[in-house]
């Protein structure tokens, strides 16, 4: 008798547009076929990579397109980037709404060399919070699955959250960092959460304490790739690092998150991939 066959893995956030890993498309492609991949959503960061990742959902089934101004780089967007945004939704209305958010870490601890943030304006909390609403607001008109970054500016997000109207969908915190109380508030205003593979680290405990507790309806998984790779003892996928010798996090490895995240909370592969695959096409897709 043949095994059924397998759920799959759903990717709730990465960057497969990053220029990180366009030298090793094929091979990325190849591994997520293999594993297999079902579905990631791909998230734009800035006006510049809209483009790219409506071709990559254009080219492959399993890519669901969300565009969004990462807080990163609100400080560099053109005056049209709110209509740019609007068209890019018009022209995929089956699109998701981001990476979008707040971020005090750029503001208060980044390193003022960091390679990442070369060449990017700073911009100030204020300036955040105004195009994180804005875009908010564009989502829940639309009633669009909106993932939101946060770092280190939870309560400035908790009294955003608390205030306005939010997509009647909820909404994702993407590799969520927050603690036990946060999740209780936030899942009450409808939100899911999405464990990362970087959490499976030594230093990262209380991250794991968090998920290990967290409400199975609201549970969902992401690499962040090329972004945020696993410890090297829980990779299953290699990448060249970059010049740095930064490690770049290979977007298959989503296998690797699902097994760290059964094993967290006591569950078998085929359990974690049922709930996992339920609460992703409820968030994302309807």
């Not at 089956?94 to 990476?99: Q, R």
């Not at 003892?233 to 970059?242: D, I, N």
């Not at 010798?245 to 909370?265: T, W």
């Amino acid at each position: 008798m043949s095994e059924p066959a397998r759920v799959g893995f759903f990717d709730a956030h990465n960057h497969l547009q990053d220029a990180w890993l366009q030298p090793h498309r094929s091979q990325v492609f190849a591994d997520l076929a293999k594993i297999p991949l079902r579905a990631a959503v791909v998230n734009g960061t800035c006006e510049s990579d809209w483009a790219d990742v409506t071709a990559l959902a254009r080219e492959h089934a399993f890519v669901f397109p969300s565009y969004g101004l990462h807080p990163w780089y609100v400080g560099n967007a053109s005056p049209q980037w709110r209509d740019t945004l609007q068209r890019q939704l018009d022209a995929n209305p089956a699109a998701g709404l981001g990476e979008i958010g707040l971020d005090r870490w750029i503001l208060e601890r980044a390193r003022s060399d960091d390679p990442r943030l070369a060449g990017l304006r700073r911009a100030s909390l204020d300036e955040q919070l105004v195009v994180f609403s804005e875009q908010l607001a564009l989502a829940t008109e639309r009633n669009v699955p909106v993932t939101i970054h946060c770092l280190e500016a939870w309560g400035a997000l908790a009294n955003v959250l608390r205030s306005v109207r939010l997509p009647a969908r909820g909404f994702l915190l993407h590799a969520f960092s927050g603690s036990s109380e946060m999740v209780r508030e936030f899942a009450a205003l409808g939100a899911y959460f999405s464990f990362n593979g970087y959490f499976l680290g030594e230093r990262h405990v209380a991250r794991r304490d968090v998920f290990k507790n967290l409400p199975a309806d609201r549970l969902l998984a992401e690499t962040d790739a090329p972004a945020m790779p696993l410890p090297p003892t829980h990779r299953r996928h290699h990448l060249p690092g970059l010049a740095d010798n930064n490690p770049v996090n290979h977007p298959a490895n989503i296998d690797a998150v699902y097994a760290g995240l059964a094993a967290l909370r006591s569950w078998t592969s085929e359990e974690l991939e049922a709930q996992i695959e339920h609460n992703f096409r409820r968030w994302f897709t309807g």
